[in-house]
């Protein structure tokens, strides 16, 4: 069974006359459990993809399936969805750099309507999972690049969710820390989570289960 | 969720917002001072309007060329009586109404200076209620009150705004009333501006015409009715002048009635008491409609004045509001990312406005009350105008972020 399925999708962006047709009839099955990389140049439409995965961005035709249900194309189904069953981890992080990490790694769960108690226990587990509670009281202004981006995982994973999407997760790291990071997406992956991430470098992507190649919008090569 | 994301929204922003409220602040005193204003000029142009249109004013005085009767009227033992009997035939009528209006300095006992003159307009309740005066605090005279006997040694005063400080209600002073000593009682102070319309004195042949007398500066005391025999020359005096003073009324009739019916009507009572002469003066209506287009002019230019300035504060205020919220626009991508609706982020950003809105009106309310403790009211017109100028200034931002994609929100690209 797949864990999400996408028929035909076609997502445009800008205005007549400079309209930029993003993805181009994408069908794709992802299975559950699956670790797998959408690669291709910039402009190809990879990072879209994985928006549409994460119902953050409309589509503007074609069908969505979420273990076999089809999801309807609005804001409010989608960000249920997201905040059920979507784990997002986006380039540069996107923390809030007023807010200590514990705070930011919280957001999803306040979101989600968990008491105070339940989610100071969540936040604290997590965090030990990335090996990041000892800095719950930082700022991510005081922390690295890897650090930040391990507090952008606690963040994506704490709601416990079934897929997780990263948009170049390692792109921003030094070679030690992008193993560190790729390492918790194993073990994520090991635990049954899907992961899907998007990359351009070849090595990133040889550790992953299955690749897929965007050009021009449309998946060329699986 | 709210009240957090709003907390730490202020907190993060704490200039911007410091700047937006203190914007509020001194826009919301000087906006609700100008309409507070505006408004208050209209009521009294209304009131103005209701009092003095379709009205005809006529003015009775003494024949200046009958002094000689007048001499020989007061050499008469019953002279007084008919004089009193007189007046009391001309104030009662259904035709018009009878205003008696003296402008009568009193004196007031000064420990250093001895008595000193003081303004002091002398009215009947006619008088009161024609100029719709209003007491800001204590109260007007009592129809008790505007009669008073020889043995009498109080007087009731009320103080023109200006004169507030001066005594308080219940204080008593001594001074001169129409000559005559007594205490006056401090009874109440009148709203600020309270005003009268005289007619001018004028030569012969001339036509009197309208002014505003403001009272702010003045003590108003009654123009008594004092029907005593009086037993010496003192009391003598004292009672000739009140009743030549209420002789010489502003008399305010229908638009029907004229000049013709009122002489005829002196005539008949002259005969009837065998009294000196009284001339009847109708005052033009030109002065009275310049008053008019003066007070629609200040309004007018008010009204302009109020426009710019809410056109400029909105602008600027809305600026501000439309910078800051573009700063905030990447956390508000990472709220849509873990799970925010954009309906939840507007609602965070109006109420956030909302909040900064209101604080600000409380302040403002505060200060206005402090520095205008009297005569400006906070306004609701204000209150409602603001509110609209608030969502107003976050329609744009409301616009473009409910346009933008997760992206160039990241990216905070409201800007483009």
């Not at chain 2, 006619?126 to 129809?143: A, H, P, S």
């Not at chain 2, 005969?271 to 287009?293: G, P």
Request: with cysteine; aromatic share 12%; glycine share 6%.
């Amino acid at each position: 069974m797949y864990k999400i399925r996408l028929e035909s999708i076609n997502k445009f962006y800008g205005k007549e006359p400079n309209i930029v047709h993003a993805l181009k009839d994408v069908t794709l099955g992802i299975r559950e459990g699956e670790f797998l990389a959408i690669m291709g140049r910039s402009g190809s439409g990879k990072s879209t993809l994985l928006k549409v995965l994460g119902g953050l961005t409309g589509i503007h035709s074609g069908r969505y399936y979420y273990e076999n249900i089809e999801l309807k194309n609005n804001e409010r189904q989608m960000s249920l969805y997201r905040n059920r069953h979507i784990g997002f981890i986006v380039q540069n992080y996107a923390l809030l750099f007023d807010r200590t990490v514990f705070e930011n790694v919280e957001l999803p769960l306040r979101y989600a309507g968990i008491s105070k108690r339940k989610r100071e226990e969540k936040v604290l587990e997590i965090l030990e999972q990335v090996g990041m509670e000892e800095l719950a009281e930082r700022f991510p202004g005081e922390l690295s690049g890897g650090e930040c981006q391990r507090v952008a995982i606690a963040r994506a994973i704490v709601n416990n969710p079934d897929i997780i999407l990263a948009d170049e997760p390692t792109g921003a790291l030094d070679e030690e820390t992008e193993k560190v990071i790729m390492n918790i997406f194993a073990k994520l992956n090991e635990k049954g989570k899907t992961v899907v991430i998007v990359t351009h470098d070849y090595h990133i992507a040889s550790q992953l289960n299955r690749i897929i190649y965007l050009k021009n919008g449309e998946i060329v090569e699986r | 969720m709210i009240i957090h994301e709003i907390v730490k929204s202020i907190e993060k922003f704490k200039i911007f917002s410091a700047f937006i409220f203190i914007q509020l602040v001194v826009t919301s005193i000087v906006c609700n001072l100008v309409i507070d204003t505006i408004t208050s000029m209209k009521k009294d142009q209304d009131r103005f309007n209701q009092a003095y249109s379709q009205k005809k004013y006529f003015w009775m005085v003494e024949n200046i060329y009958d002094n000689e009767k007048e001499k020989l009227f007061f050499k008469s033992e019953d002279s007084y009586q008919r004089l009193i009997n007189f007046y009391k035939d001309m104030k009662t009528s259904d035709d018009y109404r009878y205003l008696e209006i003296a402008p009568q300095q009193i004196t007031i006992k000064s420990e250093q200076e001895g008595f000193v003159y003081a303004n002091n307009y002398s009215v009947d309740l006619n008088c009161l209620n024609e100029f719709q005066i209003k007491v800001y605090e204590g109260r007007l005279f009592t129809e008790e009150e505007m009669t008073i006997d020889f043995s009498s040694k109080t007087i009731p005063v009320i103080l023109g705004y200006n004169l507030r400080d001066r005594y308080m209600i219940g204080d008593v002073f001594e001074g001169t009333y129409f000559l005559r000593k007594m205490n006056f009682e401090v009874i109440g102070i009148l709203e600020k501006n309270s005003r009268l319309i005289r007619n001018n004195i004028v030569e012969a042949g001339e036509d009197p015409s309208f002014y505003f007398e403001y009272l702010d500066n003045s003590f108003i005391t009654p123009l008594v009715n004092c029907e005593d025999t009086p037993k010496d020359k003192n009391e003598r005096l004292f009672q000739r002048i009140i009743y030549q003073m209420k002789l010489n009324p502003t008399i305010v009739a229908s638009e029907y009635y004229n000049a013709g019916n009122l002489r005829e009507k002196i005539d008949r009572l002259i005969a009837k008491y065998d009294l000196y002469d009284f001339e009847v003066i109708q005052i033009s209506n030109n002065t009275l409609n310049l008053l008019k287009l003066v007070s629609q002019d200040s309004i007018d230019i008010m009204t302009i004045f109020a426009v710019i300035l809410l056109g400029f504060s909105i602008i600027s205020i809305g600026g501000v509001l439309y910078v800051k919220l573009s700063k905030k626009i990447p956390d508000y991508a990472v709220h849509l990312i873990v799970g925010a609706t954009k309906r939840r982020i507007i609602t965070y950003l109006v109420t956030e406005m909302i909040a900064i809105f209101l604080i600000s009106h409380i302040f403002s309310f505060f200060i206005t009350k402090k520095l205008f403790p009297v005569q400006v009211s906070y306004s609701l017109t204000w209150i409602i105008i603001s509110v609209i100028a608030c969502i107003g200034a976050c329609i744009i931002p409301i616009y473009k972020l409910t346009n933008q994609n997760i992206d160039s929100l990241l990216k905070g690209d409201l800007y483009v």
